[in-house]
């Protein structure tokens, strides 16, 4: 590669995603076809007792919960690790993206009784407003756990956090690379989040790469690739 090409390859990215940040672009946002109905999430709290240095260390997968609900502030502060704005002049989010392009969503199956104060159903994760919307009524917890080879920590846990990707939001930039490499790195980012999040929250969670993708997609109703399925629950006997 001679020093022009290396030279455009390196600035017209960089140009791009400081123009970008200048007019507050975040990324593109997905519109949902007739929501059926809105909920807005508590404000995220940025401290904690728990130290980012205790938290990795004690980081587990989580297979196993207690019969208990989330509450909605769990669900929010959960959120906002995965995807939340964390600067909003520029739209920036908590975990980092090429680019800032930002291909993720993040999708909560939350089953019946699985978190107080929310109906059961599947809800897209809105993360300029900090709210979630209804896509889909209904408990589809056994349908997800059947889609992802009958893991039974599917169905047990109070809800499941899906993570699906829209490749074009990268590789329009970065073309074949973003989608071998950028948006999987980043998918990478957001679990690590959740996982830390978790912690903190004395919640536990796993992060599931088997499962059928085409059922996946069905039950979500979305024409998105998913690369993650989290279960998170209350974690037995807690962390500390």
């Known amino acids: 590669m001679n020093r022009r090409m290396f030279l455009a390859y390196i600035l017209v990215p960089v140009f791009s995603a400081i123009g970008l940040a200048l007019i507050g672009y975040g990324g593109r946002d997905k519109k949902v076809a007739k929501p059926l109905g809105r909920v807005t999430l508590p404000p995220p709290r940025h401290d904690s007792s728990v130290s980012i240095e205790r938290a990795l260390m004690v980081r587990r997968s989580i297979r196993e919960y ?3 609900p989330l509450t909605l502030e769990q669900v929010g502060q959960l959120a906002w690790a995965a995807q939340g704005i964390t600067d909003k002049r520029y739209g920036f989010r908590s975990a980092p993206s090429a680019g800032a ?10 089953k019946k009784n699985g978190v107080t104060g929310l109906p059961e159903g599947i809800y897209h994760y809105l993360p300029r407003e900090h709210m979630l919307e209804l896509i889909k009524s209904g408990d589809y917890s056994r349908e997800l756990m059947r889609a992802c080879l009958d893991q039974e920590w599917v169905a047990n846990a109070a809800m499941n956090i899906v993570i699906t990707a829209i490749y074009e939001r990268t590789t329009w930039r970065y073309g ?3 989608r071998i490499r950028y948006v999987h790195m980043e998918v990478g980012h957001v679990g690590q989040n959740i996982y830390l999040q978790c912690v903190s929250l004395q919640l536990g969670c796993v992060v599931i790469g088997a499962f059928y993708d085409e059922e996946v997609k069905k039950i979500l109703g979305v024409d998105e690739e998913p690369l993650y399925v989290i279960p998170v629950g209350v974690k037995k006997g807690g962390w500390f």
């Open 101 to 110: 392009t930002y291909p993720l969503e993040v999708y909560f199956i939350v």
């Open 66 to 68: 207690e019969d208990k």
């Open 176 to 178: 074949e690379r973003g």
